[in-house]
T-cell receptor, first 113, second 115 residues
């Protein structure tokens, strides 16, 4: 079975500060890992994904994440937060067949001016 | 990337009526579609998985007679909430993939309010 744990339901940063959203996963098979962003009353937008290959993955809007198998982590970072980054972020895992995508509980990012 | 479109984006219906939500893959053939439900300030919970031409597989605790899923073609899946009640009010999101070992693409979601 697969599961995802996102540490911190809320994260608040100042504009220009580093963004770090934590995600740990559990999977019995090599996982596919994703980060999605959701703005209010909207669907999900894929930020980035890890399937195979390079463990440091770069995504849209300046976000990146690093797959660390030894730590079973896939933390999301952005060097400098922007007001427009305020949203809900979901970490997700699926098996290599992509059969099911399991989502974490989500982390709401607040960006202070 | 591939585009998945949901319709309607929002719907208000009276208690006891049924409402249908459509999920379309616009530029690819989706062999598998997924339906999720999201309560306010919560994560997405998988409701069911549907493969084109076969019956949907429902997650434990999801009433298959209440949430009817049809995946009649490679580009369209529908979710019908039958005899809707206020507790069915939620945000419903679909996703679609065109084959195994590929990611699923998400629709923009449908906000259902039952009054």
């Amino acid at each position: 079975a697969q599961s995802v744990t996102q540490l911190g339901s809320h994260v608040s940063v100042s504009e220009g500060a580093l963004v770090l959203l934590r995600c740990n996963y559990s999977s019995s098979v090599p996982p596919y890992l994703f980060w999605y962003v959701q703005y209010p009353n909207q669907g999900l937008q894929l930020l980035l994904k890890y399937t195979t290959g390079a463990t440091l993955v770069k995504g849209i809007n300046g976000f990146e994440a690093e797959f660390k198998k030894s730590e079973t982590s896939f933390h999301l970072t952005k060097p400098s937060a922007h007001m427009s980054d305020a949203a809900e972020y979901f970490c997700a895992v699926s098996d290599t067949g992509g059969f099911k995508t399991i989502f974490g509980a989500g982390t709401r990012l607040f960006v202070k001016a | 990337g591939a585009v998945v479109s949901q319709h309607p984006s929002w719907v208000i219906c009276k208690s006891g009526t049924s409402v249908k939500i459509e999920c379309r893959s616009l530029d690819f053939q989706a062999t598998t579609m997924f339906w999720y439900r999201q309560f306010p300030k919560q994560s997405l919970m998988l409701m069911a998985t549907s493969n084109e031409g076969s019956k949907a597989t429902y997650e434990q605790g999801v009433e298959k007679d209440k949430f009817l899923i049809n995946h009649a073609s490679l580009t369209l899946s529908t979710l019908t909430v039958t005899s809707a009640h206020p507790e069915d009010s939620s945000f419903y999101i679909c996703s679609a993939r065109y084959r195994e070992n590929t990611e699923a693409f998400f629709g923009q979601g449908t906000r259902l309010t039952v009054v």
